[in-house]
């Protein structure tokens, strides 16, 4: 492999994870996403091709950004996308390669995602209750994307396989203790998320957030937890049972900012990057790919945007401005 001086931001972190949107589309219309008619979709010729992605992971991975996670939209719904795992899982330097899906195809796609690279899965699902689930996803989909997830954990090389659960106020205190009991009594380890102002509908409020503290206390009080040692640039502080049957995780941006030691960039699915999920400004990449940048122009590029990364974002402080994408149009 060629190697590269490693990519560092302004601020002195490392970076070392890039997260690969594959494509704005989905097939769930979540309420804390996009509205119920959905979003203008890019067209075709405007998303990143398979070998424009491999070329840009390996350009990466020269740079010590070896953990590569593709997301959406819902990346399952982009055509042949385990042809494009197994094209990044064969990049040298490309140490970690794990997916974020809302598990609807996954049952269909598991063994050829597996069988192709995959080694890491999040399955986002926001309730065990078939008719709250359909009331924010606004797809009556839950026994399906649990047949996606029962499908997946007959993968052992798979591991870990995370729940990913979007805390609401007024609709999450309700699923604390069932997701516990979830994690309790299965190898998988459940995460809740604090709503974060990426809303389509811009409806985000700091009173609808319910944090990560409120969910530990709700979950504490029936089932003692103990927190574990927190990796470097980890998103999630983890705590195991204390009888130790099981492990849940709080990611809390909002509350608990853990922008410090930050490591991510993100790539759109046109190909522009992002240095941090709220920037306001984005630096375009396919446009110097397609018109025949050589892999040095294309580094400085890259340098540049990463140099100028934001020392942290914020959300919940006064003049703070929503970006004008949405979550399912940057990529989680």
Not at 259 to 284: P, Q, V
Request: with cysteine; net charge neutral; charged share 30%.
């Amino acid at each position: 492999m060629t190697a590269r001086e490693p990519l560092h931001d302004g601020h002195g972190r490392r970076i070392g994870d890039v997260r690969v949107s594959v494509t704005d589309r989905c097939n769930f219309r979540c309420q804390y996403c996009m509205p119920a008619e959905g979003l203008p979709w890019l067209a075709r010729a405007e998303i990143l091709r398979f070998e424009e992605i491999a070329r840009l992971v390996r350009l990466l991975a020269q740079m010590g950004v070896g953990d590569v996670r593709l997301t959406g939209g819902e990346p399952l719904v982009r055509r042949e996308l385990p042809a494009l795992v197994a094209m990044l899982a064969a990049v040298d330097g490309v140490d970690d390669l794990s997916l974020t899906t809302n598990g609807y195809l996954l049952e269909r796609d598991a063994q050829a995602l597996v069988a192709a690279g995959i080694r890491r899965v999040n399955v986002s699902i926001d309730s065990l209750q078939r008719d709250r689930f359909f009331a924010l996803t606004r797809r009556d989909a839950l026994p399906r994307v649990l047949g996606g997830l029962e499908a997946l954990a007959r993968h052992p090389q798979v591991h870990p396989i995370k729940i990913n659960a979007v805390a609401l106020r007024g609709f999450t205190e309700q699923e604390a203790l069932p997701f516990a009991q979830f994690a309790r009594s299965t190898a998988f380890q459940v995460r809740f998320i604090e709503f974060m102002p990426l809303d389509a509908d811009r409806a985000w409020s700091r009173d609808a957030v319910l944090t990560g503290e409120e969910l530990r206390a709700l979950i504490h009080a029936v089932h003692p937890l103990e927190e574990l040692p927190r990796e470097p640039s980890s998103t999630a502080r983890v705590f195991r049972f204390r009888d130790g049957r099981g492990e849940i995780g709080f990611v809390s941006p909002v509350s608990e900012p853990f922008c410090a030691d930050c490591n991510r960039i993100r790539l759109t699915a046109e190909g522009k990057l992002r240095t941090c999920l709220f920037s306001l400004h984005e630096t375009d990449l396919r446009g110097p790919l397609r018109e025949g940048a050589d892999d040095d122009e294309l580094e400085e590029l890259i340098r540049d945007a990463v140099w100028r990364k934001e020392l942290k974002h914020h959300v919940g402080e006064p003049g703070f401005r929503q970006p004008p994408r949405t979550m399912s149009a940057i990529g989680g």
